[in-house]
């Protein structure tokens, strides 16, 4: 019952015009037949805009390390009749998908979560289609704040080093985000 009222949260948090999600949605340039990976896709409000743009012959993946998380996801997508989303529960480490499978990976406030992120880059670059993109939206740091506080936060030097480390160069960073990091990153040849 509170994790449900949690992730209605989630959800109106994300889907908040403050946040801007419809614009985030049009800079992901998403096309229909396309695969979709939301990692850490909590109450699955991004996971089912993207549904609507990859159409029926796309797929969007709903990743979650929490059962909790994709048991609400599951039960809203049955009520709405969402055919092309597909709960995937994964570690840390393991997403579970298939080697080259995916065109897309979003992860929005995830990156700091991460507790190795260049080995999880690393074994994400092995899931992505050649010419496949990771958008990684995180929080900036702010002094007086609880996601500056808490260790809440990516600094943009740590976000692109990480990647290009994992073998990721930047290929659009957005900065219509007030307090958050947006940059999509393609594979380096």
Request: glycine residues 8%; positive net charge.
């Amino acid at each position: 019952m509170l994790t449900g009222f949690k992730l209605r949260m989630l959800n109106r948090r994300a889907s908040s015009p403050k946040n801007k999600p419809l614009k985030i949605i049009e800079k992901l340039n998403i096309e229909k037949g396309m695969v979709v990976g939301d990692v850490g896709t909590g109450g699955g409000y991004f996971a089912i805009e993207f549904s609507k743009k990859v159409g029926q012959k796309g797929k969007v993946y709903a990743i979650d390390i929490n059962k909790e998380f994709l048991d609400f996801i599951s039960d809203n997508i049955e009520k709405k009749g969402i055919k092309n989303i597909e709960i995937k529960l994964a570690n840390p480490y393991n997403l579970n998908l298939p080697g080259k499978s995916v065109d897309l990976f979003f992860q929005r406030n995830v990156f700091h979560h991460l507790s190795e992120p260049l080995e999880y880059f690393k074994n994400i670059k092995k899931i992505l289609k050649d010419n496949g993109r990771i958008a990684i939206i995180d929080y900036k740091k702010k002094k007086f704040s609880f996601t500056g506080l808490f260790g809440h936060y990516t600094s943009k030097n740590t976000l692109i080093e990480t990647m290009d480390s994992a073998g990721f160069s930047p290929l659009e960073n957005f900065d219509f985000l007030q307090d958050q990091l947006f940059i999509i990153f393609e594979s380096k040849s």
